[in-house]
């Protein structure tokens, strides 16, 4: 009985496949290098979800800076939430701080044009001044309606997946992501 | 809600799931006004925001570039202005400063005792002397202990 208590407390050993809980618990017990596969794993989904809402010259840094938060704040995890939930959660914080520094220095102007004027294959000034666009116009939604089509656009969950997360019925998240979607027409629309 | 617009929420959500297969690249409600201009933006959030992944290369030369980050605040970690102050390493006129002042308020609480040898009242003076006394040592005690303190570390 005590042996399968010790086991229960004991990380096992540190594998790419380990669950999200057995990693942080080795980060937690000083290895550091279980941080590189927690990294690998969840990346590409912050990375959607942050290349969805901020201009591309800043997604790279933005990402580094939630990772950087969760590696730091990572000891204090207690696991109550998944961790995926959580580093969704430190993910809109994060893009929320960026968007508050940018209208702080008073740059929210100049960011569409700079950003037109990036040099990145098969984008025209046009389409990249587009983009911003749009993407300020999710960032100015109400949280509810710009999770929805977070979720359902940048992470590419199903209707029952996000009702799942989100802890509502089917019928009720297809509602919220109508609403949604009719709240950013009425935003672009202005 | 109606059933017309559990219809209508159904049919968004189909047409989306639509879109994001690649199946569709065109407003399907042509007879609904409202529901034609809900279709549009969902093409219009697909055509142009992005939702590729980074491929292994760019995730192995993020997580590089993640970790030189990290090295470069660590090692430009911003000190606390008072640590800086009591750092007497790279920092010695401070404790020197602290020594100085130390004896300086030794002196001008002792040295009137020395001299007068006492007042009109030997009970009242004394007290007094060794009241300051305490309250000088005291506060060279504190000075003392803090110029220790930051020493050790």
Known sequence: MATTKYMENTPNPLSPQATDEVLIAHFKAGRTEAFDFLYQRHLPNVYKRVRYVVPENDVEDVTQEIFIAAIKSLASFRGDAQFSTWLRTLTNHKVAEFYRKRTRKQEPMLAPLSDANATITGNTSKSMEERVYLQRALQDLPENYREVLLLRFAEDLQFNEIAHLTNQNLEATKSLFRRAVAALRAHLDK | ?153
């Open chain 2, 1 to 153: 809600m109606s059933q017309h617009d559990i219809n209508k929420d159904n049919q968004l959500a189909e047409f989306a799931d639509k879109v994001l297969q690649g199946k569709m690249n065109q407003p399907a409600s042509s007879s609904d006004l409202d529901l034609l201009r809900l279709e549009e933006t969902i093409l219009h959030l697909k055509q142009t925001l992005p939702t590729d992944s980074p491929d292994a290369a760019k995730t192995k030369q993020m997580l590089v570039r993640l970790k030189a980050r990290m090295k470069r605040e660590e090692e430009t970690a911003e000190v606390p202005f008072w640590k800086k102050l009591f750092d007497f390493q790279s920092n010695p006129q401070v404790g020197m400063l602290l020594v100085i002042v130390a004896v300086l308020i030794l002196a001008v609480i002792t040295v009137p005792s020395l001299e007068l040898g006492g007042s009109s009242n030997p009970t009242t003076g004394t007290a007094n002397n060794n009241t300051n006394f305490l309250i000088g040592g005291g506060i060279v005690g504190v000075l003392l202990l803090v110029y220790w303190i930051f020493r050790r570390k």
